[in-house]
Structure formats: structure tokens, C-alpha cells
């Protein structure tokens, strides 16, 4: 079944330049011009991604989002010519998946929705109710995580940090997301994130230093490594 994407851009040229690269690998695309048509469409139809600019007339990028999240888990793919790391931070903070800045390459474009895709089909939970990665069997009903059959120590919270990362393979979550996420707030000490995910590697990673399931990427956040993870 081909891929339903929503392009939400104003520039016509730009939307129809996206929507050409797309459609030639065989994704079925739609266009608007404003995120409030983008939220009318999403609510009568199912798409499978939003490829989303953030300087929209009315509604911006980030309220759109802001706006989609409590009632949708599409993945969204922030396409924008601002590049600045505090627009990156909030996009992916408030419920982006993917952050990619013009101009770009088409093979990059395509790349990076056909990575995204992918993702957004990873882990699932089971009949059982588990998730699976590598050696390990996440038990999001039992609360518990097993390595084989042999139960692997989690307090509460180290589950829960876990089990988000799980849920998104392949993800770049920011620690504020993780944190909101975790602790169901949006403001807090951050630092608790990075000292949940260095307990965690202690414990599921073969050598911590080099993490093979949480990777750190640098001023942004965390990516569970959804391939490592499928062994």
C-alpha cells in the first residue's frame, strides 16, 4: 500500500517541488497552504506522515503541533529554512519527529521520509503486550524488562524512561520531550534524564561508553537505535 503523506506549505512552488520528489517514489501526497486546513484533513483522513514548513500565514508550524499531538500520533517532518538549534529544540520538544532545513537535496528529502516511514512502522507491542529489541523483552503490561528469561532490575522511573524510547524507535526525542513524557511535566531538572539514561545503560548496554541502543546526539538529545535494537 503506497505511503499518504500531507504536505503543509505556503510557497506553492516549494509544495509542489516536495510533492513531485514524493510522488515519483510512489507516495500518494496531498497539498495545502495553511496549517488549519492541514488540521481539517487530518481529522477526516488518515495519513501515514506530515511533511510540515513552520512560517505558515495564520496558524505557525509549532501551534499546529501543538495542537495535533493530544489527539494524533502522525509523524511530522518539520521542512524549514530556519536552521536555528532553539527552533530544532522546540520542534522536536513539542512533538516533531524530524527536522530537516532548505534549501536540501532531493535525495535527502526522500531519504529522510523514507527513514521516517520506517520508523513511525517499528517496534509495536506484540499480542503480549511486549516489546522486543536485541536480547531483550520489554513487558509494558508486567512493568518489567527481561534479558532471555532472566528479569533485569528497573526502578519505576528507569522503566518508564525506557519504555519511551522504546515506543519511538529511531526517534530523536530532546530531554524536554523525555521529561514531559516521563514525569508529566514540562518544566523540571532536565538533568534527571541524563542520569535515568546512564542508569539505564549500565544496565542494558554491553559497554556503556559505547551505548549501542541509546545513542546521545550531541546539543540535541537521545535516538534509540531502532536497527541495533532488532539485533
Not at 50 to 63: H, T
Amino acid at each position: 500500500m503506497k505511503a499518504r503523506v500531507l504536505i503543509i506549505e505556503d510557497v506553492q512552488e516549494m509544495g509542489e517541488l516536495i510533492r513531485l520528489y514524493l510522488e515519483k517514489e510512489g507516495m500518494d501526497t496531498h497539498l495545502c497552504v495553511t496549517a488549519e486546513e492541514g488540521l481539517v484533513l487530518l481529522a477526516a483522513r488518515s495519513f501515514d506522515l506530515v511533511v510540515l514548513d513552520i512560517n505558515l500565514p495564520g496558524m505557525d508550524g509549532f501551534e499546529f503541533l501543538q495542537r495535533l499531538r493530544p489527539t494524533s500520533s502522525v509523524p511530522v517532518m518539520i521542512v524549514s529554512a530556519r536552521d536555528a538549534d532553539e527552533d530544532l529544540v522546540l520542534g522536536l520538544g513539542i512533538g516533531a519527529d524530524e527536522f530537516i532545513t532548505k534549501p536540501f537535496s532531493p535525495k535527502v528529502l526522500v531519504a529522510r521520509v523514507r527513514a521516517l516511514l520506517r520508523r513511525a512502522a517499528g517496534l509495536k507491542p506484540a499480542a503480549d503486550g511486549c516489546l522486543r529489541f536485541g536480547e531483550f523483552t520489554l513487558d509494558l503490561e508486567g512493568y518489567l524488562l527481561k534479558r532471555g528469561g532472566q528479569k533485569v532490575p528497573l526502578s519505576a522511573k528507569e522503566f518508564e524512561v525506557l519504555a519511551c524510547f522504546a515506543r519511538n524507535p529511531g526517534k530523536l526525542l530532546s530531554p524536554q520531550a523525555i521529561y514531559a513524557e516521563v514525569w508529566k511535566n514540562a518544566y523540571g531538572d532536565l538533568s534527571a534524564v541524563a542520569v535515568y539514561v546512564q542508569r539505564l545503560r549500565r544496565k542494558i548496554e554491553a559497554d556503556p561508553a559505547t551505548p549501542r541502543f541509546i545513542e546521545t546526539v550531541p546539543r540535541l538529545g537521545y535516538r534509540f537505535n531502532a536497527e541495533e535494537a532488532r539485533g
